[in-house]
């Protein structure tokens, strides 16, 4: 899903550029006033998984790679789609610059759309559907942050006349379609692994623990 450099005029790609810095700069907002001691190294360990998830690429006709995400992880586990965007911005900036993985050029675009689309996509999800079942809930939310996020990636593409909107469309939306299976299924068992080892670090038992306060 990383879009190299080279795919997108520079007119749009500072467009993209633009919005991610204000998407930024509200993350940042957020980390200062909701990261503590007990909750940066889970930021961590999660920066950590998710650059691990998506070195696991695969090759898509008319589109650019298909991989797992992480945003709405991140998000779920926060409470907050700002999470996704801090450390979706911190992975991808460490792979684009150090590792060749997604182009200098589009680095705003592709965090607009690794973290800021799949981080509110995934987080506005799980929101929707959290008190019908969690669980359910989680699971959704992973499939269709990556879902989502591909299909913007698609058509950023198709605007800059890299590819067509239609085989961009279908076959991002087909690959990233079945791979967001994978996606949920992982979120799915991270934070299950989390509720059953430090459930206070989740956001839902942290209300139920002051409610019994």
């Known amino acids: 899903m990383h879009i190299p450099d080279?795919?997108?005029p520079l007119l749009q790609a500072?467009?993209?550029y633009i919005i991610t810095i204000v998407a930024l700069y509200f993350a940042l907002n957020w980390a200062k006033d909701n990261l503590d001691e007990k909750r940066v190294p889970m930021i961590a360990v999660l920066a950590a998984f998710i650059f691990a998830i998506q070195a696991m690429n695969i090759p898509i006709p008319w589109g650019t790679s298909g991989h797992m995400l992480g945003a709405a992880l991140v998000a779920i586990i926060f409470g907050s789609p700002w999470a996704a965007v801090?450390?979706?911005?911190v992975v991808l900036t460490i792979q684009g610059f150090f590792f060749g993985d997604g182009g200098i050029t589009a680095l705003g675009a592709n965090i607009?759309?690794?973290g800021v689309i799949a981080g509110f996509t995934g987080f506005g999800v799980f929101k929707a559907l959290?008190?019908?079942n969690l669980w359910l809930a989680i699971f959704l939310a992973g499939w269709a942050s990556l879902f989502v996020a591909a299909l913007a990636v698609a058509i950023e593409m198709a605007?800059?006349?890299?590819?067509?909107?239609n085989l961009g469309l279908f076959f991002m939306g087909l690959y990233h379609a079945v791979i967001g299976i994978a996606e949920g299924a992982i979120t799915v068992v991270a934070i299950l692994a989390?509720?059953?080892v430090r459930p206070d670090l989740l956001?839902?038992?942290?209300?139920?623990?002051?409610?019994?306060k």
């Open 6 to 8: 080279g795919f997108l």
């Open 203 to 212: 956001p839902w038992n942290k209300v139920d623990a002051e409610v019994n």
């Open 112 to 114: 607009l759309d690794m």
């Open 14 to 16: 500072g467009i993209y």
């Open 130 to 132: 959290q008190k019908l």
């Open 194 to 196: 989390i509720q059953r």
């Open 159 to 165: 605007l800059a006349g890299t590819f067509p909107v």
């Open 86 to 89: 801090l450390v979706l911005a």
